[in-house]
């Protein structure tokens, strides 16, 4: 469109105060603040400029362009304006079977932490208060003696993630020194964490030793000189190296720390103080056998396998923690109330593991065999074929749910979907409005079908998934 066609158009677009005394938008006022509205109209304008300039903009004919454009802004500022004012942090049915999805916020919290977390919110708490003496106290001391307890450590403290945690651990032990790293254990985690990224901002210098697939005793002990403060064993969470490898594992590592009086630290990743296989999947070391090992410091998260609020968790030996604890950066890393709160409810789940497996929901979804899974899967599909048997076709699937959060790469956990097949809508449109449903619904596309994972679906969303599934449904194939 040439310049001064669009400019003529432009000027169609009505004036902010006459869009805003439309009676829709009067109305709309006794529901959302006014600054929100103003906010929405401004962006209306913006869209249609944008459009009209772009060519994007179909006028239809038998109308004017003013009266067009009109009911277009009040359309569009309604939309707008109501999506500013409900939450932009929604909430999300998970059905991906994917059950520690950082996308999806990781862990879901126990009962009892949930708990913790309300009433750390509802009032104030003895934080930073020891009640017995009345005088300053350590927001670490709630969940440092439990943690103490549950993996033999000698010493604790929590930070704002296991990132964080081993920034600080390489920043208090290794800064301005080396410290070395097996060429096989540099990993990425989740596209943002870097070994060798996160100790050049420690200002620890990396000296990689080995092979990617094989690196012996002899690396580390040949690589060390008197610049060496630390040697370092990352958990490669998530990924394997098969076939032809050879790793140097803690208690290996140690017995050289020990030979060269240096500590040893491990990166654990997930961390998870329940062994693994009893829950059918595959074995990985627990917090307490690393520590058994003599490592000196462990570094985990709280929302992986733990199946806590988002943390990491640092355990060891007294003086390396208490080095740490001295550290300024610890005072940028530390952790709310909400995290210290929720964190102790979850440590105190483990204090009676065979009790965890079912309280925790981490470990519940993950324990969960194929025909446990059965009646939830048959049960929805027979509560779906009831409410929208019309406009869609359900049916029952094996299918296998991943761990997530880079934990447990290799398991696959057998599992259950319920298949959806929509006769009148695409499947991918079907997937976009699920996404604007409240609460969202996310599951797996599958060729034709929608994918509903029943492992991650939690017990209370059961009717809320039928009802937003019946209703998207039922809205049919415009729009
Ligand atoms: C996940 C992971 C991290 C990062 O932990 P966050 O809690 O996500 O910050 C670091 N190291 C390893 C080995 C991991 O698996």
New binding site residues.
């Given amino acids: 469109m040439p310049d001064k066609d669009y400019n003529r158009l432009y000027r169609q677009i009505p004036p902010v105060d006459e869009v805003l005394n439309k009676p829709a938008l009067a109305s709309l006022a006794q529901e959302v603040p006014r600054t929100l509205i103003l906010s929405a109209v401004r962006e209306a304008a913006a869209q249609l400029r944008d459009e009209i300039k772009s060519g994007k903009l179909v006028l239809p004919s038998g109308i004017e362009p003013r009266d067009f454009l009109t009911v277009e802004m009040v359309n569009r500022t309604t939309t707008l304006a109501v999506r500013g004012n409900s939450p932009n942090l929604r909430r999300v049915l998970n059905l991906t079977g994917v059950v520690l999805h950082t996308n999806l916020g990781r862990a879901v919290l126990s009962n009892n932490a949930r708990l913790a977390i309300n009433q750390a919110a509802s009032g104030y708490s003895n934080l930073e208060l020891d009640l017995q003496t009345g005088k300053r106290g350590s927001r670490y001391a709630p969940v440092e003696g439990l943690l103490t307890t549950l993996t033999g450590a000698e010493a604790a403290l929590v930070v704002n993630?296991?990132?964080a945690a081993?920034l600080l651990a390489l920043g208090t032990l290794a800064k301005g020194h080396e410290v070395i790293v097996s060429r096989g254990q540099l990993?990425e985690?989740?596209g943002s964490?870097r070994i060798p990224e996160v100790m050049a901002q420690s200002g620890a210098r990396l000296v990689e030793v080995g092979a990617t697939n094989k690196t012996h005793p002899y690396d580390y002990q040949n690589a060390i000189t008197n610049e060496t403060a630390l040697l370092l064993h990352?958990?490669t969470?998530?990924y394997r190296i098969v076939g032809f490898t050879r790793e140097t594992n803690i208690a290996e590592l140690v017995a050289i720390g020990r030979e060269f009086n240096l500590p040893v630290m491990s990166?654990l990743?997930?961390g998870s103080l329940v062994n693994t296989g009893k829950l059918d999947l595959p074995v990985e070391p627990t917090v307490q056998e690393v520590v058994g090992d003599g490592a000196d410091v462990v570094t985990f998260?709280g929302d992986?396998l733990l199946g806590g609020p988002q943390a990491?968790i640092i355990v060891g030996k007294r003086k390396y923690l208490d080095r740490m604890k001295k550290n300024q950066l610890t005072r940028a890393l530390r952790i709310d109330k909400f995290t210290v709160s929720a964190l102790e409810a979850t440590l105190r789940e483990y204090l009676n593991p065979a009790e965890a497996r079912h309280n925790v929901p981490t470990l519940a979804m993950l324990a969960a065999r194929r025909n446990e899974l059965a009646p939830v899967a048959d049960r929805l599909c027979e509560k779906l074929t009831t409410a929208a048997g019309e406009q869609a076709q359900f049916s029952i699937m094996e299918i296998d749910s991943a761990v997530g959060g880079?934990a447990l790469p290799t398991a696959d956990l057998p599992s259950l979907a319920v298949a959806v097949l929509p006769r009148s809508l695409t499947v991918t449109q079907l997937a976009a409005r699920l996404r604007d449903t409240e609460p969202a619904v996310l599951g797996r596309l599958q060729d034709d079908a929608l994918l509903l994972d029943v492992r991650t679906l939690q017990p209370t969303e059961e009717d809320p998934l039928v009802q937003v599934l019946a209703q998207t449904l039922a809205g049919g194939a415009i729009g």
């Fill in positions: 993630n296991n990132a081993v990993v985690i989740g964490f990352v958990h969470s998530n990166d990743g997930s998260s992986k990491g880079g």
